[in-house]
């Protein structure tokens, strides 16, 4: 079965500086990987998707993520956080086996200091 | 174009009572699925549509939780008998078909408050 954990259930960052959250998914073969970002009050947004190909994914809003098959790992980065960019992140892996149904990590929740 | 939308925005009930959720989805999306966010915590599968295929419903917690999609369009979940442990808030997502690469697109949510 297919599991993805985010190890972080806070993090607090400085606006300007740079950002990672951390996302470990558990799945013997190349699963689909995707991040969302949730706003208060809104409903999830994809930022990026990974499936196959280049494993440095471009997103929107300046996100990108890196697919490491090593680490079992699909890492959210950005070179300098916006005070906007405050919000909780969700990553959500999607495996085969004829299930369609992502799985979604509990969350990290981004807060963004002046 | 529209986007996947739910109504209604906050439901308060009183514990016992019946409540309906109703989501539409973006037209053309043949696949429709419902999740529960409880506070602090991540996005728990609910039932899954896609097209006129039976729905996957591994996801409902009781079967006091039900959900129907009618001409591939509007869904509705339904909770019987509420109890306090409901309360969350109930996210809707289509996409394209049921491929796992497809994007989801998500709904504001329901607030679910049971009293």
């Known amino acids: 079965a297919q599991s993805v954990t985010q190890p972080d259930i806070h993090i607090t960052v400085s606006e300007g500086a740079s950002l990672e959250l951390r996302c470990n998914y558990s799945y013997g073969a190349t699963p689909y990987l995707f991040w969302y970002v949730q706003s208060p009050g809104q409903g999830l947004q994809l930022l990026l998707k990974y499936f196959s190909g280049d494993t440095l994914v471009q997103g929107i809003k300046g996100f990108e993520a890196e697919f490491k098959r090593s680490q079992s790992s699909f890492n959210l980065r950005k070179p300098s956080v916006h005070w906007s960019d405050a919000a909780e992140y969700f990553c959500?892996?999607?495996?085969?086996?004829?299930?369609?149904?992502?799985?979604f990590g509990r969350g990290t929740s981004l807060i963004v200091h002046p | 174009g529209a986007g996947v939308s739910q109504s209604p925005s906050n439901k308060v009930t009183e514990k016992g009572k019946d409540v309906e959720l109703r989501c539409d989805p973006i037209s053309g999306h043949t696949a429709l699925y419902w999740y529960r966010q409880s506070l602090g915590q991540g996005l728990e599968f609910l039932i899954y549509?896609?097209?006129?295929?039976?729905?996957?419903k591994s996801g409902l917690p009781s079967d006091r939780f039900s959900a129907e999609r009618t001409g591939g369009s509007v869904s509705t979940l339904t909770i019987q008998r509420t109890q306090q442990e409901d309360s969350a808030v109930y996210l809707c997502?289509?996409?394209?078909?049921?491929?796992?690469?497809?994007?989801?697109?998500f709904g504001p949510g329901t607030r679910l408050t049971v009293l």
């Open positions: 997502a289509s996409s394209l078909a049921g491929e796992r690469h497809n994007e989801q697109f």
């Open positions: 959500a892996v999607a495996a085969g086996g004829g299930s369609y149904i992502p799985t």
């Open positions: 549509f896609q097209g006129n295929s039976a729905p996957d």
